[in-house]
């Protein structure tokens, strides 16, 4: 009997989806459009995202989740189905085996509302795996080698660090700060420095155009529009790339610490491994500028973003599915 499969990474600010054989064939914003007058879902996805900021009283643009996490169970089991339904096209014989990857500082109440939510949404069975054992595995880390590896991944809602060794997770550390936490960062800079008000998505942009994680010698410039903070009227500055290094010092700071602490607790040759290897970046934020450099320097581990880091987390998941068997122990691992 042919059961499809299908791998969720259930991000912050992005939902991808693989599909064995076929790859990723979704990636859109987690992000739920609905109707204030009767609650019903009108939007999901990028259709939903193009609303946010935009919409009329009687439309309300959600984010269901919330640092990693499940803040609406109504909205996130509706963005799942439309997610599940999409991937698997009109034809629904049988109900699909999906694994979803959630941040490795989940508590077990937070993992249960995923897995019932997956269960609600049409899956047959929910498999719930910790990011960074499936960010390691899309980014072709052998997780299943008796050495040490280290993975740093960093989403919108949180980053997560651990070093892995023969398939399980042996230090670790999780925090709720990620490109959500910069984006805000660079949006209350400038209304400080400025005095000008921006949005989620202009700040974001800010970050992607001209945002460092370190001082550069050739300044970039981007120039923004917003509303003036006194005169209440539409305004455009020119913001540098000095500005965004300044702005997320605070957040860059919690990164580091964060792997400090993994580093410390990581048993001595298992860190010799980490030490000879480097530490392999993945997630969307894991592309800010130099970001690799900063972490190398403040920790003197070599670092090294993977290829599409983006998408290690969905492509992980989806050949844990695809080799259910082999990675059935650190899956249950994990629960």
Known sequence: ???????IDLGTTTVLVYVPKRGVIINEPSVVAVSA???????VGKEAKDMLGRTPDTIIAHRPLKDGVIANYRMTEAMLRYFINKALGGHRLFRPEVMVAVPGGITSTERRAVNDATIRAGARAAYIIKEPIVAAIGADIPIGSASGHMIIDIGGGTMEAAVI???????????????????????????????????????????????????????????????????GLPRIITVTSDDVTEAIQHELEGLITALKEVLNVTPPELSADVMEKGMILSGGSSQLRNLADLFSEATGVPAYVADDPQLCVAKGTGIALENLASYKRSIMATR
């Open 1 to 7: 009997m042919f059961i499809p499969k299908i791998g």
């Open 37 to 43: 007058v009767d609650n019903k879902v009108l939007a």
């Open 165 to 231: 060794s023969l398939g399980g997770m042996v230090a670790s550390a999780s925090v709720r700060i990620g490109g959500n936490k910069l984006d805000a960062a660079i949006q209350e800079f400038i209304r400080r420095k400025y005095g000008m008000a921006i949005g989620e998505r202009t700040a974001e942009d800010v970050k992607i155009n001209v945002g460092s994680a370190m001082y550069l010698k050739d300044k970039l410039t981007m120039d923004v529009k917003g509303r003036d903070m006194v005169t």
